[in-house]
């Protein structure tokens, strides 16, 4: 079975400084999707970041990019220029290329940011 | 846009009710799951459904059922409710073509469960 971790359960951030929140996974499969979901403070969880494994570039959304290493099977988040908006829980998630769609979620890092 | 919608944000309920939680997608998508969130453990997949009446048990499907009798809803039951049943439930639905980019799924807003 795969496993999503997520080591830091709290960090800060200065606004306009840049942050990289970190995601570690274990799987035996060769082709997966892993993403980056946001929950800010209630409201909805909302996709933020997408990768295919069998693609080598990293993903970049406008100020969120990652750093996806697949041999050391690591998937880090990093957001440039924080902004107070970009306060939430943020979650990284596993799902498996083949099969049935569900998600296999990390613990979960809360991301404050300090004006 | 795709909207997922939860029948309650906060519910309280006493030990032995019987609850239902009731998730409705406007997509028409084919898939939908039920999570559940607790601190420090992050998201738990309860159960999922891939067709209409057709269930499959994920994480953690002790304690609760569920009912997908039309393709738009996705019923969460507990039997018998439990104090330790206490948590965040989070529905969600994606489609199985990947239409919408490579199967993101679309969350609701969550049900707080409190169990007293």
């Known amino acids: 079975a795969q496993t999503v971790t997520q080591s830091q359960p709290e960090m800060s951030v200065q ?16 082709d997966y999707y ?10 909805q969880m909302i996709l933020v970041i997408r990768q295919e494994a069998y693609k080598q570039q990293n993903a970049t959304e406008n100020r969120f990019s990652v750093n996806f290493q697949k ?45 | 846009d795709v909207k997922v919608t939860q029948s309650s944000r906060y ?14 997608q406007d997509m028409d998508h084919e898939n939908m799951f039920w999570y ?13 459904s891939y067709d209409v009446k057709m ?5 953690i499907p002790e304690g609760y059922s569920v009912s997908r009798e039309k393709k738009e809803r996705f019923s969460l039951i507990l039997e018998s409710a439990s104090t330790n049943q206490t948590s965040m439930y989070l529905c969600a639905s994606t489609s199985s073509s990947g ?15 409190t169990v007293t």
Do not use: H
Not at chain 1, 15 to 30: G, K, N, P, Q
Not at chain 2, 11 to 24: A, I, P, Q, W
Not at chain 2, 55 to 59: A, S, V
């Open chain 1, 15 to 30: 606004e306009a400084e840049t942050v990289t929140l970190s995601c570690t996974y274990d799987t035996s499969e060769s």
């Open chain 1, 34 to 43: 892993l993403f980056w979901y946001k929950q800010p403070p209630s409201r």
């Open chain 1, 71 to 115: 041999a050391a099977k690591s998937f880090s988040l990093k957001i440039s220029d924080s902004q107070l908006g970009d306060a939430a829980m943020y979650f990284c998630a596993y799902r498996s290329y083949q099969g049935a769609q569900k998600l296999v979620f990390g613990q979960g890092t809360r991301l404050t940011i300090n004006p």
């Open chain 2, 11 to 24: 519910l309280v309920k006493r030990t032995g009710e019987k609850v239902f939680l009731e998730c409705v």
């Open chain 2, 36 to 48: 559940r969130q607790d601190p420090g453990l992050g998201l738990r997949l309860i159960y999922f």
């Open chain 2, 55 to 59: 269930k499959e048990k994920g994480d």
């Open chain 2, 99 to 113: 239409v919408q980019g490579p199967y993101e799924q679309y969350f609701g807003p969550g049900t707080r469960l």
